[in-house]
């Protein structure tokens, strides 16, 4: 009568959809992240982080590793190499130094954007 189906993660992408994972102020994570899901980080990551959606990435929050993601809003510092397919978007406090490859990009007057970038226009899946 009532029948379990397994799920597949692209179904699993969809029941996922408009949740955000968070990784607070005060945590320190040694290790790579992957998440299906939007993720927000406001601690501090020593690994790579790749999202299959959006990563914000708070003020007080440092990444030391690559990153890939489809969006991104930087608040934080970011040392290593970012991969965004589509709008990277760097806040004015944010501090950036790598090579960084992107779809769309907008940087605030203030920002610290020491990096090489390649624009590519919307980078297809």
Request: proline share 2%; net charge neutral; hydrophobic share 40%.
């Amino acid at each position: 009568m009532f029948e379990k189906t397994k799920k597949s993660t692209k179904t699993l992408g969809l029941d996922l959809l408009g949740q955000t994972n968070r990784i607070v102020e005060g945590t320190k994570i040694k290790g790579d992240i992957e998440a299906i899901a939007d993720i927000r980080i406001d601690g501090v990551i020593e690994g790579n982080v790749i999202v299959k959606g959006r990563l914000v990435l708070g003020p007080v929050a440092k990444i030391t590793g690559n990153i890939s993601c489809e969006n991104a809003e930087i608040e934080g510092e970011i040392v290593g190499d970012v991969v965004v397919n589509q709008l990277l978007a760097i806040k004015a406090q944010a501090k950036v130094k790598g090579k960084v490859t992107v779809g769309r990009l907008a940087v605030e007057p203030g920002a610290d954007f020491q990096v090489n970038c390649h624009m590519t226009g919307n980078i297809e899946a």
